[in-house]
């Protein structure tokens, strides 16, 4: 499995799991739990969720999956931004924490920006958790340029391990500006990024002809296109949501999969790079 390296050093599979959808309906359970354990078995160890996910039932299936074997997974969670308070950001750590059946949390996310709390209090608030070992790192999600820039210069801001924020063919906004700002290890701002949703939102993405013709030359998939993709950034982790185990099977193979450079100018002709700065978007 491709690995990313975190700022600490600690190496992740570039490859992951989503669980966005997960925890909504008992009657899946057993099947999201297989297909987590699954991906696990695979190599695909970082395990992406949130409080927001099934309103903590996401959550809770991520430690059906994880037990008897937390030590060997990697387990990436989000905190509402009305949650991001001195007062409630520790309390919503103690609830993920307890739905995870786990001591710590290995990232912790704010999931998305609002103007209160003030950004200075959730990172401060972010430093005490890690502090006390509740959680080992902390980062972001949904972040532009500008708020981590802002981010940035905040005392303790530059601890931020991670941005993760919406990321594949058909949304390449963050090629433009903020991919190069925090992936630059030149930079003094350097974190890594996370892409969501890396095989598009619904199926509009996995129709495309153009994707379809480059999948036939690799004998795959559409998605496996896709994901290889976004594979090929160096400091980028995708996080696929598979709640069956034919769909995890194939996504765990897209690391396999070396794109031409005939198949990326192809793809680049269909889904063109951003030529100036655009609005980050979010799902």
Known sequence: MKTVSLPDGERVPALGQGTWRMGENKSAHADEVAALRLGIDLGMTLIDTAE?????????VVADAIEGQRDCVFIVTKVYPHHASRTELPKACERSLKRLRTDTIDLYLLHWREKTPALEETVQTFEKLRSTGKVKRWGVS???VDDMQELFSIDGGRNCAANQVLYNLENREIEFDLL????????????????YSPVGHGRGLLENATLKKIAKRHDATAAQIA????LRQ???????KASNEKHVRDNARSVDLNLTKEDLADLDQEFPPPKSKERLPML
């Open 52 to 60: 927001m996910y099934g309103e903590g039932g996401a959550e809770e």
């Open 180 to 195: 190069p700002l925090i992936t630059d290890h030149r930079s003094a701002f350097t974190c890594f990024v996370m892409a």
């Open 142 to 144: 949904n972040f532009a």
């Open 234 to 240: 160096p400091d980028v982790i995708a996080i696929p």
């Open 227 to 230: 994901l290889a993709w976004v």
